[in-house]
């Protein structure tokens, strides 16, 4: 593509919305640079599930195949009670379905194989400052000298470093949705393969997935009031499940010494990310810095892959003009995560954390909960 030969885009973030990205702008002709203050790319995290359009995008980049062979399966879905009996369950077949859910890493790792020798990658590094002149935008960096690029894309997440220095501080667009979680994920089966169960009281709940010879412990509780904490301090956060959780039935106890010994431990307040414009600029960010929909929705990969697609397909049909791309993804791409993000309210009250009896038993008998 003439229009965009020569041109340089920094990509902010190397993990799924990352990494999409920099997959898309190395198909449309840029220059592609992907800077990532981690070591390697962000591998660790919940399994992602992706569905809907989603697979479309995924096909259109030849990954749908490759990654099917690292599908997994929830099979049955079993809601616990304080006895550890059964009260319900449900079985899946998601077999037959095209909706793909994976173990992060595998999927991280077959993009990442693919970019490795096609775009460069700035590891233990970070961006410190923005400047955007007439014709391009001066990026300052930690580690490195300034360098000058056509476009940035702030793929860094729900605590997006790109849009604090870009479009001001994070508590301007976070909106807290009540609620906080962690997901501790250990390598050992604690229930039967490809199984999913659940143990909740009102305002609390706790979900077992098995698969692969591992088990995710996810803890989840209603706070109507937000909760001071370091989100880089994991001992603290783990001493807030601990609090939290502590005097609970079931096997509460048992999954809590497994928290405590465990360093695969991930803690989440469930907020979303609005902003009027996910663009300023030359600048647009990406996934969760952009429209964090917070676990409830289920499609944080989801929205990732498909978000750095349509930006792309934006850039390509506007011949790289991209203050009219950006328009376009700024209004075209909203209806979709509007809607994504209502589901997500709706499903953390009805689903992921009822607050009362009747709440959860009418939970039971409706739907399946899933993080992504």
């Not at 999409?20 to 992907?34: E, H, K, P």
């Not at 969760?288 to 289920?298: K, L």
Request: charged letters at 20%; proline letters at 3%; glycine letters at 6%.
């Amino acid at each position: 593509m003439d229009f965009i030969q020569g041109k340089d885009v920094l990509v902010s973030g190397a993990s799924i919305a990352g990494l999409s990205a920099a997959w898309w702008m190395n198909q449309l002709g840029y220059r592609v640079t992907v800077v990532e203050m981690a070591p390697q790319p962000r591998v660790h995290g919940a399994a992602v599930d992706f569905k809907g359009d989603t697979i479309t995008v995924l096909k259109r980049m030849g990954l749908y195949e490759p990654l099917t062979k690292h599908r997994l399966h929830v099979d049955l879905v079993e809601f616990k009670n304080a006895d550890d009996l059964t009260e319900s369950s449900i079985q899946l077949d998601d077999k037959a379905s095209d909706e793909l859910e994976i173990e992060r890493d595998a999927f991280i790792g077959i993009l990442f194989n693919t970019l490795k020798n096609q775009v460069t990658f700035l590891f233990n590094d970070s961006i410190t400052a923005l400047d955007e002149i007439e014709q391009e935008i001066v990026v300052h960096f930690k580690q490195g000298s300034p360098r000058s690029f056509d476009l940035v894309l702030g793929c860094d997440g729900v605590h997006s470093g790109v849009r604090r220095l870009w479009f001001g501080e994070e508590a301007t667009y976070a909106h807290f949705l009540n609620a906080y979680g962690s997901l501790t994920i250990l390598p050992k089966l604690l229930i039967n393969q490809s199984t999913m169960q659940l143990y909740r009281v009102p305002g609390k709940s706790i979900t077992l997935n098995a698969y692969n010879d591992k088990t995710d412990v996810i803890f989840s509780f209603v706070s109507d009031t937000e909760i001071a904490y370091d989100y880089r301090n994991k001992e603290q956060q783990r001493q807030l499940i601990l609090d939290q959780f502590a005097g609970q039935s079931w096997r509460t106890a048992e999954l809590l010494q497994e928290v405590q010994q465990s360093d695969n431990f991930y803690f989440v307040d469930f907020y979303q990310i609005k902003m009027p414009f996910w663009s300023k600029g030359r600048v647009a960010l990406v996934g969760d810095a952009a429209y964090c929909a917070s676990p409830a929705s289920g499609m944080g990969g989801s929205l990732a892959v498909s978000g750095a697609a349509a930006l792309a397909d934006a850039l390509q049909k506007h011949d790289g003009n991209y203050a009219l791309a950006f328009r376009d993804y700024n209004t075209n791409f909203r209806p979709f995560i509007e809607s994504v993000q209502a589901e997500a309210q709706q499903n953390l009250s009805t689903v992921f954390l009822p607050r009362t009896e009747a709440g959860i038993q009418q939970g039971n008998a409706q739907t399946t909960p899933f993080y992504g």
